[in-house]
Structures are given as C-alpha cells and as structure tokens.
C-alpha cells in the first residue's frame, strides 16, 4: 500500500507492522517498493531491548531479514533518538 500511495501521490509511504507475520509479509511489498525506486517507510516492532534474544513473542531477527531488502536501516534502542532516527529514515528514502 505504502508503495502505491506514492506511486499516485509522489509522497513518501508509510506502512506499520505487527511483529511475527506483518513483519515477514513486508519483505516482498518493500522489495517490489525498491525495484520501483519508490520511497517507503516500514515502521516494525520488535521484542523490547530487554527481551531481545530470549525468544519472545514471535520473535525474529528483522534487522538480517531486511538486510538486502531495502536502502537502509534503522534500529532505534533508545526512545529519546527516535525522532532523530525516524528523520533519518525519511530523508533516506
């Protein structure tokens, strides 16, 4: 959706997913994204920084999954550089 949004508007997409599948299901839509040269923004939860690694609810390592899917990467492990990191994310894109 985040890619056809711009693909009509020429503003950059947004899409927000859920841990586990929603986050699995981005991989083809932000891969298609890339190939059409499309700017789009993928927000994803992960386990909290705490938990990371102690097989939390649907748990997955996105960072490796998006590895070769998308322009650049982002992890925010500190709430106060999300703002920072999220600006980050949309001039990148």
């Known amino acids: 959706m ?14 927000i997913g859920q841990n586990g599948p929603g986050v699995t299901n981005f991989v083809t839509g932000l891969l298609a994204a890339t190939y059409a040269n499309s700017p789009v ?11 990371v690694g102690l097989g939390g609810f649907q748990e997955c390592d996105q960072m490796a999954i998006f590895r070769k899917t998308v322009k650049e990467q982002f992890h925010v ?11 980050r994310a949309y001039d990148t894109a």
């Open 41 to 51: 923004v993928a927000i994803t939860p992960e386990a909290g920084t705490m938990g």
């Open 77 to 87: 492990n500190n709430s106060a550089r999300m703002a920072e990191l999220t600006g």
């Open 2 to 15: 985040a890619d056809g949004y711009y693909r009509v508007s020429g503003k950059t997409g947004t899409a």
